[in-house]
């Protein structure tokens, strides 16, 4: 289900000729060494016995972001995002997709890509070891960055919004080196390049880099508590089996109900579908729980949509499903079924109706 909080900036009008593809190690925030985020994982085999690079690169500086991928001959091949820069030292206007255990994790829009690395500015040098010397890091040496954006352009996604996937070693696929140009002449390429574009392009959830609290307040992690206190079996796992059984019975409903016109848009915005009855549009939200659903987790990004769209809005409601989990092989079955349907036509979202759950204070 939709996550709430600050929205990811849109990157509307992006040409994909100029794209670059980076894999990088798995961290949740990469802004440096933290408890329980202490280095990249996976990525490469640098990342195995040393402390990869990306570890900063969506850590704030004064509003700039300086990025890290690994490149075969320390070189990145400008000429490959833009064949007019093959003299060059730099492309500007970039959008660099940062991938990470085959998922999008995060993208910088409108980078500097440089084709073999600079220096960072002494006082960011200065300010990272600093970081690195609180949290006990004493053996990592500063590299280079070979990609810089302004923050306003960047987005990173929550672990759990961290689902678009891209193909490994397939006809078409990522491959084995860390960089991937765009290539619109490989037609198996060119079909999820293209999806993954329109997925950044029409991102409007939470962003880690404007909202971090976001990783700890999202709608997946409330409603996994909520299931856990009323004595489900809930994880990341079940959540997401849960999420797509429900979708698809909401599907069925609306479509019994006279509706048509479907777009899935659950991954992207603070909705999960919309669709169209009599040449109206709507909205739909999809919410499905072990539970008798008599409270339901509602975002914030929810909450302020519905309440731009009242008489446009539609409740599916999948409670009570049942949930059963084995083991097959050493392999883990999780299976979802039954479940009761309520369906809402327009909502009412009465103040005295809405409890909160979490606040932020600012400390003066």
Same mark, same amino acid.
């Given at each position: ?48 016995? *040393? @402390?990869?690079? $990306? ?6 500086? &004064?509003?700039? #972001?300086?990025? =890290? %991928? ?9 000429? *490959? @995002?833009?064949? $007019? ?6 492309? &500007?206007?970039? #959008?660099?997709? =940062? %991938? ?265």
């Amino acid at each position: 289900m939709p996550t709430s909080g600050t929205q990811g900036k849109s990157l509307q009008g992006h040409t994909p000729r100029r794209v670059l593809f980076a894999r990088v190690g798995s961290m949740t925030y990469y802004s440096g060494p933290q408890p329980d985020d202490e280095r990249p994982r996976g990525g490469g085999a640098h990342n195995r016995t *040393k @402390i990869g690079h $990306e570890l900063f690169n969506f850590a704030n500086f &004064d509003g700039r #972001l300086f990025g =890290f %991928v690994r490149a075969k001959n320390n070189r990145i091949k400008l000429e *490959k @995002i833009d064949p $007019e820069a093959a003299a060059s030292d730099r492309v &500007d206007n970039v #959008l660099v997709i =940062f %991938v990470a255990r085959q998922r999008v994790v995060g993208w910088y829009g409108r980078a500097v890509v440089l084709r073999t690395g600079q220096a960072f500015p002494k006082a960011i040098e200065t300010e990272m070891t600093q970081r690195l010397r609180k949290a006990g890091v004493w053996s990592y040496s500063m590299s280079q960055h070979r990609f810089e954006c302004a923050i306003e352009d960047a987005v990173l996604l929550p672990t759990d919004e961290r689902t678009e996937k891209v193909p490994g070693n397939v006809k078409g696929g990522y491959g084995q080196s860390n960089i991937r140009y765009f290539d619109d002449r490989d037609r198996r390429a060119r079909a999820w390049m293209n999806r993954v574009f329109e997925y950044v392009d029409n991102y409007d959830k939470a962003n880690l880099l404007t909202a971090p609290v976001e990783q700890t307040t999202t709608e997946a992690a409330a409603t996994i508590a909520q299931e856990r206190v009323a004595g489900f079996q809930s994880d990341a796992e079940i959540r997401r089996e849960i999420e797509l059984y429900s979708m698809g019975i909401a599907y069925k409903k609306l479509k019994a109900e006279g509706y048509s016109d479907f777009k899935d848009t659950s991954k992207q915005k603070p909705y999960d579908y919309t669709c169209t009855k009599q040449g109206r549009g709507y909205f739909v939200e999809v919410k499905g729980t072990q539970t008798e659903g008599r409270k339901l987790i509602l975002t914030r990004g929810e909450v302020e949509h519905a309440r731009r769209n009242l008489d446009a809005w539609i409740l599916v409601l999948v409670r009570q499903v049942d949930v059963t989990v084995r083991r097959n092989r050493g392999k883990r079955i999780i299976t979802v079924r039954r479940g009761s349907v309520t369906f809402k036509e327009g909502w009412n979202l009465r103040d005295e109706d809405l409890e909160p759950v979490q606040y932020i204070w600012t400390v003066n």
